[in-house]
């Protein structure tokens, strides 16, 4: 197998942020539009997870003395990306680029409670052009 055969074969499905406030970030991505529920495995810490598409997301509690990993961009594709983004800032994000056109169709950067920068990019044409 190839090179780029493997790479075909390989898919993002996991992805974990750690939170100082895991209940308001929880809440945070809710306006989103995700729905998450409480998980702990085995003598692990309580945490959030939602899955979608066959990708799982988890909002983890950050430990004492860990580092944030609010240098992890996420991004998120999304029907309406100016209603989206209302949303999340009435949620406590923080506008870092608000809706506008990009090379990648409509876009817009918001940051949550803990400081990770959310993108948000348009999913259909017709919010692509606005």
Not at 17 to 40: N, V
Not at 79 to 90: I, P, Q, S, T
Not at 105 to 112: E, I, L, M, N, Y
């Amino acid at each position: 197998m190839s090179t780029e055969d493997q790479a075909a074969d390989v898919r993002c499905n996991l992805l974990v942020i750690r939170s100082r406030r895991i209940d308001q970030a929880a809440g945070f991505y809710k306006a989103l539009g995700l729905h998450f529920t409480k998980h702990r495995h085995g003598s692990g810490p309580e945490h959030y997870a939602t899955e979608s598409a066959g990708h799982t997301f988890e909002i983890y509690p950050l430990a004492e003395g860990a580092t944030p990993t609010t240098e992890t961009r996420i991004g998120f594709a999304v029907a309406r990306v100016d209603d989206v983004f209302a949303r999340l800032v009435e949620a406590g994000g923080k506008s870092i680029s608000p809706p506008k056109p990009s090379p990648w169709g409509r876009r817009a950067v918001v940051c949550d409670l803990d400081g990770h920068r959310v993108e948000l990019t348009a999913t259909t044409l017709v919010d692509s052009q606005r």
